[in-house]
């Protein structure tokens, strides 16, 4: 009974290094988003991905970059990390995007330090 | 474009007693609301959502919040809370007609309970 999995759950990262964020999930949604929740922001949009073959950019998508790799994966990319990318980042899920009302599927987060 | 506000950052109660938490949001028409709960290390799971119909929504694990139109607000409760419930909860707001992308979510207030 995965649902939302996301790795690694913790990574310190020194400023310029790259790293990707990993996230399947198994309950054939069609609509993927990734996350990051900073303290007294809650959580805000960095890219989503409607279906398969499709991602949009969010609220926050400046430094990241993401792939749907297929209907299970969507991946987030740091090509340069900054401290200011020092956040908590939470992958999710809804079976579709377009019906706002769909219940939203999250992982238990990735915590990244960026030093 | 719709927003929230979670006016409490942290509330402590004592276990046992009764429980409400308040969310207020800012939309033209009415919004879709929902209710998310974030245990320590956990990412988010959905408690309640209200769309349209019965102003007084039923949640998982004994919560339920009701829509005031009037107010603005979708105020969380609970009549008894356990030691379980200390967590962090979120409330949400999204736009009928859109998508999920359009989910906006509040600052969230962080609940102790004291035995």
């Known amino acids: 009974n995965a649902g939302v999995t996301q790795t690694p759950k913790f990574q310190v990262l020194k400023t310029g290094q790259s790293m990707t964020l990993q996230c399947a999930q198994d309950?054939?949604?069609?609509?993927m988003y990734w996350y990051r929740q900073d303290p007294g922001m809650g959580l805000r949009l960095i890219y989503y991905s409607a279906s398969e073959g499709t991602t949009d950019k969010g609220e926050v998508p400046n430094g990241y970059n993401v792939s749907r790799l297929n209907k299970r994966e969507f991946s987030l990319r740091l090509e340069s990390a900054a401290p200011s990318q020092t956040s908590v980042y939470f992958c999710?899920?809804?079976?579709?995007?377009?019906?706002?009302?769909?219940?939203?599927?999250f992982g238990e987060g990735s915590w990244l330090t960026v030093v | 474009a719709q927003s929230v506000t979670q006016p409490d950052i942290h509330i402590t109660v004592s276990e046992g007693a009764s429980l409400e938490l308040r969310c207020n949001y800012s939309y033209g028409a009415t919004p879709y609301l929902f209710w998310y709960v974030q245990s320590p290390g956990q990412g988010l799971q959905l408690l309640l959502k209200?769309?349209?119909?019965?102003?007084l929504v039923q949640g998982i694990k004994g919560f339920e919040a009701e829509f005031k139109r009037s107010q603005s607000s979708f105020n969380l409760r609970k009549p008894s809370v356990h030691w379980s419930d200390a967590a962090e909860y979120f409330c949400?707001?999204?736009?009928?007609?859109?998508?999920?992308?359009?989910?906006?979510f509040g600052t969230g207030t962080r609940l102790t309970i004291i035995p």
């Open positions: 999710a899920s809804t079976g579709d995007q377009y019906r706002g009302g769909n219940t939203i599927y």
């Open positions: 309950m054939n949604h069609n609509s």
């Open positions: 949400a707001v999204g736009a009928p007609n859109f998508g999920n992308e359009k989910l906006t």
């Open positions: 209200y769309f349209s119909g019965d102003t």
